[in-house]
């Protein structure tokens, strides 16, 4: 039997990590199959109103319960979401504890955007569609300003965001570069500096010119790439050998994914 996935943001749903509720390959796909928000919120409005839910378009815990549940009425194959007319005003998700906007919410939306625009950030065209361009802008943030390698809106952040000290992106692409990248990594927590030890493995040392560790060197040339996703060539030497490896690098959150020719590995970010 084919399953039903929930996809949102970072793989989490909630008020305050954006989602974009996408049912696919299951018994519910009926109801919701298109990214845009809009529709997005006409197809949960009609899920919720089949089910004798709020009719609202909020997905809480009792939707996200009643949405895998065996019981849930299916939507018929030619069924689309109501046009409402008139349009009826869509839900608006509470700020989080200690702060006062809500990326969920157009308005808030709009406001974040311009705002982590004006630092940098931000670079797609829609203000008000909080999206995955919109998560990485907010990561970037996060990253240069001190608070975590998360894409998760909250009342520090806030107002970090809102306030006049907050740093811009950083100009020079070596330095984006190294913002994402840079630090102690280890396979392997217990190889960290300060750690228990007890391992093979070893720390990784990343910063904007290279990467290395006790037994291996490379050195990076050319950088390309934003947000978490960053591309370079590297000269390796381990072992007596010397090679040029096709470099990518994706952080999501404290986990490094290193990919070249010889495999992809993955490193945690050492907390020192």
């Keep these: 039997m ?17 989602f974009a509720l996408h049912l696919i390959e299951g018994r519910r796909d009926c109801y919701y199959s298109a990214i845009d928000l809009k529709i997005a919120r006409m197809s949960l409005r009609s899920f919720k109103a089949s089910n004798g839910l709020a009719n ?16 849930a009425v299916r939507a018929s194959p030619s069924q689309k979401p109501a046009v409402e ?15 006062t906007l809500n990326p969920l919410n157009k308005v808030d939306a709009t406001k974040i955007h311009s705002k982590l625009r004006e630092l940098g950030f ?28 998360d894409d998760q809106w909250d009342a520090a952040t806030e107002l970090r965001l809102l306030s006049t000290q907050a740093n811009e992106a950083p100009k020079d692409i070596r330095a984006a570069f190294e913002a994402v990248t840079g630090g102690v990594w280890s396979s392997d927590l217990r190889a960290c500096p300060g750690g ?23 050195e990076f040339g050319d950088v390309s790439g934003q947000g978490q996703n960053w ?4 000269t390796c030497t381990a072992n007596g050998q010397t090679w040029v490896a096709n470099i990518s690098l994706m952080r999501l959150g404290d986990t490094l994914t290193w990919t070249s020719e010889r495999g992809t590995a993955k490193y945690l970010r050492c907390n020192n």
């Design 2 to 18: 084919k399953q039903s996935h929930l996809i949102q943001t970072r793989s989490r749903c909630g008020p305050h990590s954006g």
């Design 56 to 71: 609202d378009d909020l997905f809480d815990s009792a939707t996200a319960e009643k949405l895998f549940f065996s019981s």
């Design 85 to 99: 007319k008139p349009p009826l005003p869509e839900s608006q998700y509470a700020p989080q504890m200690g702060a």
């Design 122 to 149: 931000y670079r797609s065209n829609s203000n008000t569609l909080w999206s995955a361009a919109s998560r990485d802008a907010l990561k970037g943030f996060k990253i240069a300003n001190s608070l975590g390698g």
């Design 196 to 218: 228990v030890g007890n391992t093979d493995a070893l720390p990784l040392t990343m910063t904007s010119k290279r990467a290395e560790t006790e037994s291996a060197r490379c």
């Design 231 to 234: 591309k370079t060539t590297g």
